[in-house]
């Protein structure tokens, strides 16, 4: 019942921007802590960030360019990416928390999307 769908991935020159939409169905959103984790070819799977009702985390690496926001009204939230650098470059994906509390721990996250390839490149 819970499905979680990515979209709006692609190439971009770095500097450039992107924002990544994650339509979710089978469950209330604003309920969950909502997460975007990211994983490149030979590399563990990291927290990119985290929000909820109680608050918004995100990792050292995108702090200061990423920022998260949700839309309850289309049960969906978006990952606003700017001044994308070439290590940004990894299959992006949404996820629901068992909790409304945020965290980047991989672990704590149940559902996952099936990802959007976000590739960052001259």
């Known amino acids: 019942q819970v499905q979680l769908v990515e979209s709006g991935g692609g190439l971009v020159q770095p500097g450039g921007s992107l924002r990544l939409s994650c339509a979710a169905s089978?469950?209330?959103?604003?309920?969950?802590?909502i997460g975007w984790f990211r994983q490149a070819p030979g590399k563990e799977r990291e927290g990119v960030s985290s929000?909820?009702?109680?608050?918004?985390l995100y990792a050292d690496s995108v702090k200061g360019r990423f920022t998260v926001s949700r839309d309850p009204a289309k049960n969906s939230f978006y990952l606003q990416m700017n001044n994308l650098k070439p290590e940004d470059t990894a299959v992006y994906y949404c996820?629901?928390?068992?909790?409304?509390?945020?965290?980047?721990?991989?672990?704590?996250?149940?559902?996952w999307g099936q990802g959007t390839q976000v590739t960052v490149s001259s």
């Open positions: 996820s629901k928390a068992r909790s409304a509390y945020p965290t980047l721990r991989p672990a704590s996250y149940g559902y």
């Open positions: 089978g469950f209330t959103l604003e309920r969950y802590a």
């Open positions: 929000s909820s009702n109680l608050g918004t």
